[in-house]
């Protein structure tokens, strides 16, 4: 079996395996491989019969992930992709449907400790946050280029900072003087802004994070991917099929709850997670990144 890659480990995989309750010989979709953590266990459960099939809209995750299903006996159909493209990569495979449809949103543990990805204020380098090459505006381009107001509704849209006005007039007065172009110099210019030393013991939370989270959401154009993922899920399931996902804040799970409680209401689905699954204690001690993890399991109804 090959080893987790370092420093990443997969949260609420017990929770995942029951819920989704994968079974041999049956077509998974993975819509965030990531570097394989919940694929392994997947291709594992599905037998030489079963087929996985993992996008990631990351190139450098793919790679990983290829060496650890290396050795698995299903069928491996691993695609450059995002949530917009899974109908043209089920076609491309020749799938019509599957049984199981998996997203864990976020970012990964691998491309935050990734200085040169941009993703952290723990670590400087380039303001990057792009998970896709292929994309062509980085979080520097939105902070250097969005006006004040723009910027506002952007920290607050998207990560629900209360200071967000205060943060954006700071950033605009910063560029004015010199192009913020690194992950600490943003980091420093929000922690002037709100008057807050991120090495004190009161600090709870770094003050960056919510404004690097906004950033990330809106180069990655995350809720949009989401919505066109859950708006696709109905048809690409079969009849019991199962869909789970797992959001880290309230701005990705709102319209999974939403989409979930809609489609029940139309017949669609049956909801499995009446309210969210979180981590026990055991793993949030052991994996701080699972305290904020939220999975959210539904079947599909037939016709």
């Known amino acids: 079996m090959v080893d987790e890659p370092a420093g990443h480990t997969p949260v609420l995989t017990r929770e995942v395996c029951e819920l989704l309750a994968v079974r041999a010989g049956e077509t998974v979709l993975d819509a965030t491989v990531g570097v394989g ?27 990983v992930a290829r060496r650890t299903l290396s050795e698995v006996a299903c069928r491996v159909e691993l695609v450059h992709a995002n949530f917009e493209e899974l109908g043209p990569v089920l076609e491309s495979v020749g799938v019509a449907q599957v049984d199981v449809l998996f997203a864990d949103l976020g970012v ?26 292929r994309l062509t505006t980085t979080a520097a381009d939105l902070i250097n280029r969005l006006k004040e107001q723009a910027l506002g509704d952007l920290f607050y849209h ?25 992950t600490g110099q943003l980091a420093r210019i929000i922690s002037n802004a709100l008057g807050v030393d991120p090495s004190s013991r009161r600090t709870k939370i770094h003050p960056a994070t919510r404004t690097f989270l906004a950033l990330r959401i809106a180069v990655n154009d995350e809720i949009g991917c989401l919505q066109a993922l859950l708006a696709a ?42 309210r969210p699954v979180v981590a026990e204690a055991e793993e949030r001690r052991a994996n701080p990144r699972s305290r904020s993890a939220k999975l959210r399991v539904a079947i599909r109804l037939p016709e």
């Open 158 to 182: 998207n990560a629900q900072e209360r200071a967000a006005r205060r943060i954006a007039k700071r950033v605009c007065e910063a560029r004015r003087e010199k192009r913020i172009t690194t």
């Open 233 to 274: 899920a109905p048809e690409m399931l079969r009849p019991g099929g199962r869909i789970g996902v797992i959001a880290f804040h309230s701005v990705e799970d709102k319209p999974v709850k939403t989409d979930f409680r809609g489609r029940k209401r139309e017949g669609v689905y049956r909801i499995v997670t009446q």
């Open 37 to 63: 953590g919940h694929a392994r266990l997947f291709a594992e459960a599905l037998g030489p019969e079963g087929t996985f099939i993992g996008l990631d809209v990351d190139p450098a995750n793919l790679a």
């Open 108 to 133: 990964s543990s691998t491309q935050l400790d990734d200085a040169a990805r941009g993703f952290s204020f723990q670590r400087d380098g380039a303001l990057d946050m792009r998970m896709d090459p």
